[in-house]
């Protein structure tokens, strides 16, 4: 059985940090691009970051370039989001998804999320 289990979510004041966790089960983890999404209320979700398989290469929403690092231990099965200089803009249900694109269709799975609250 697939598992994606986010951690570490909660309530920061303006200026913090989170550092959010996601381990995965169930799957072969090292081979599988994974991404954090968020999805604050009202809006719809959007990429935050995405890491490949080997962990080489790494990408960032505009919105949290240089505030936000990726990364992922594929010993551990666990990614890894630190959120610095969090704002209230920052808000959200953060998600992990771990997506293959060698076969078709994509398999694609998801966690269930983790409640960031950025406020003072």
């Known amino acids: 059985q697939v598992r994606l289990v986010e951690s570490w979510g909660g309530l920061v004041q303006p200026g913090g940090s989170l550092r959010l966790s996601c381990l995965a089960s169930?799957?072969?983890?090292?081979?599988?691009?994974m991404n954090w999404y968020r999805q604050a209320p009202g809006k719809e979700r959007e990429l935050v970051a995405a890491i490949t398989h080997g962990g080489i290469s790494r990408n960032y929403a505009d919105t949290v370039k240089g505030r936000f690092t990726m990364s992922r231990d594929n010993g551990q099965n666990t990614v890894f989001l630190q959120m610095n200089s969090l704002n209230l803009e920052d808000t959200a249900v953060y998600f992990c998804n771990a997506v293959s694109y060698s076969g078709w269709p994509v398999t694609e799975y998801w966690g269930q999320g983790t409640q960031v609250t950025v406020s003072s």
């Open positions: 169930g799957y072969t983890f090292s081979s599988y691009t």
